[in-house]
């Protein structure tokens, strides 16, 4: 099964987004609190996909997902994004993220997002 890296300042999102990705046969590969360190464990671990909080300290996730596609331009990004981002989804679409997730997490709209994009 393909595996993850979860890339969110919240440790409560991490958390809820490790549960239903394990129970649902995804193994995570790592975890990350800032868009830098996204990065780094991007290229360390080379997941099959990564879910890119927006709002983040240090680098955001739009600074990540940047870095990351410039890393490797076929990497498969899936952005979370909290109420009223609609500007910043739009952006982070445009610089090559394959889909975006909001919360809270509804779990078969992750499904089927996951689904799309990782197959």
């Known amino acids: 099964m393909a595996k993850a890296l979860i890339v969110d300042d919240s440790r409560t999102s991490r958390k809820i987004l490790r ?10 590969a790592g ?13 360390e671990l080379k997941p099959d996909f990564v879910t890119l909080d927006i709002t983040m300290p240090v680098k955001d ?5 940047t870095e990351i596609k410039e890393f490797q331009k076929d990497a498969k990004v899936i952005m979370v994004t ?10 982070a679409i445009k610089m090559g993220a394959d889909e975006f997730i909001s919360k809270p997490f509804d779990t078969d709209v992750l499904l089927d997002t996951l689904k799309r994009v990782v197959g």
Request: glycine fraction near 14%; charged fraction near 20%; aromatic fraction near 6%.
């Open 31 to 43: 975890e990350a609190t800032n868009g830098q360190e996204g990065i780094d464990q991007y290229k």
């Open 82 to 91: 909290a109420a009223g981002q609609k500007a910043k989804m739009v952006e």
């Open 19 to 28: 549960t239903i990705l394990e129970t649902n046969g995804y193994t995570i």
């Open 61 to 65: 996730g739009i600074a990540a997902l």
